[in-house]
Nanobody
Framework: QVQLVESGGGLVQAGGSLRLSCVAS????????MGWYRQTPGKQREQVAA???????NYADSVKDRFTISRDNAKNTVYLQMNSLKPEDTAVYYC?????????WSQGTQVTVSS
């Protein structure tokens, strides 16, 4: 059974930075295209960043030039470096495969950006 564990969230002031981590266990991680998603109450979960097995990346327009996704296949870990954070980035952040989230969602990690 695949388990995803996100960490690194917290409370930060606008303009600050956070680095999220997601460790995947129970699966062959290296060949999977992985992504970070986020969700706020009352809204659909949205994909914000994705990375291929070879390291190609893409981003939602709302986070482009501020967020950077990376991965360490040896550690089964995907990261999200978030800089220049804005209050509208406040959400619960999750990782999963992309373009289809094939694994069960975990609890995610809360990111709160104060103005």
């Amino acid at each position: 059974q695949v388990q995803l564990v996100e960490s690194g969230g917290g409370l930060v002031q606008a303009g600050g930075s956070l680095r999220l981590s997601c460790v995947a266990s129970g699966t062959i991680f290296s060949y999977r295209r992985m992504g970070w998603y986020r969700q706020t109450p009352g809204k659909q979960r949205e994909q914000v960043a994705a990375i291929s097995s070879g390291g190609s990346t893409n981003y939602a327009d709302s986070v482009k030039d501020r967020f950077t996704i990376s991965r360490d296949n040896a550690k089964n870990t995907v990261y999200l470096q978030m800089n220049s954070l804005k209050p509208e980035d406040t959400a619960v952040y999750y990782c999963n495969s992309v373009p289809v989230a094939v694994w069960n969602w975990s609890q995610g990690t809360q990111v709160t950006v104060s103005s």
